[in-house]
């Protein structure tokens, strides 16, 4: 008797999986709302009072994207990063002091699915639209010499990910972006803010 009861409730798991599995894939119309969280890595340097160093170090990286299938294998959207870049000390003839780095991007996002009918989804993502940096200068107790500096321009961003349905409706999934803002050097003391991007999400399917 017990091992009827284990077989059907084999049988009906398995039954479950496969109903589950056949709703995972991506049609036409499907959309998908996400957030993500992760690491950004600065690849661009600066120049501080004639100092050329890396902008900013590894910091963490949270976005928000929506995604929308215009076919099963390409999808268009938007999505919106906050990067925090990290903190790197400095010393110069003003004393010592800190400079902490930050970005954003807003873009429009078109993404090519490999494997839309399955349940593990890589993909390859274009993305183009604004971005912006900012450095904050501070000298600790000569607080005289503090100063935030910025600079925004276009963006672009060339990414490859992965998508794991865990459910007909929850999706998980990875992503290595290379992002590129375009900036002013008079401003930031660079041209460009290119960073590499390691992120984990989690979104819901409807």
């Not at 991506?26 to 902008?55: C, I, Y």
């Not at 593990?120 to 503090?146: A, C, H, M, Q, T």
Request: overall charge neutral; charged content about 20%.
């Amino acid at each position: 008797m017990k091992i009827d009861l284990l077989k059907n409730a084999t049988c009906l798991t398995g039954l479950m999986l496969l109903s589950i599995s056949a709703n995972a894939s991506v049609t036409q119309g499907t959309q998908q709302a996400s957030v993500s969280l992760g690491a950004s890595n600065p690849l661009s340097r600066h120049d501080f009072d004639g100092d050329r160093s890396e902008f900013g170090s590894t910091g963490p990286n949270l976005g928000l994207g929506y995604l929308y299938q215009l076919a099963p294998n390409l999808g268009v959207g938007a999505d919106l990063s906050f990067k925090r870049l990290g903190d790197r000390d400095f010393r110069n003839g003003r004393g010592a002091g800190e400079i902490e780095s930050s970005a954003w991007t807003l873009l429009a996002i078109g993404r090519g699915e490999l494997m839309p009918e399955s349940d593990i989804r890589p993909y390859g993502l274009l993305g183009f639209g604004l971005g912006g940096v900012k450095r904050e200068i501070r000298y600790g107790n000569v607080s005289g010499f503090d100063r935030d500096q910025s600079s925004a321009g276009l963006a672009f961003a060339l990414a490859g990910g992965v998508d794991f349905d865990i459910s007909a409706n929850v999706v998980a999934g990875a992503e290595l972006r290379w992002n590129y803002i375009n900036t002013s050097y008079n401003e930031i003391g660079t041209s460009s803010v290119r960073t590499l991007d390691l992120n984990f999400k989690v979104g819901y399917k409807f």
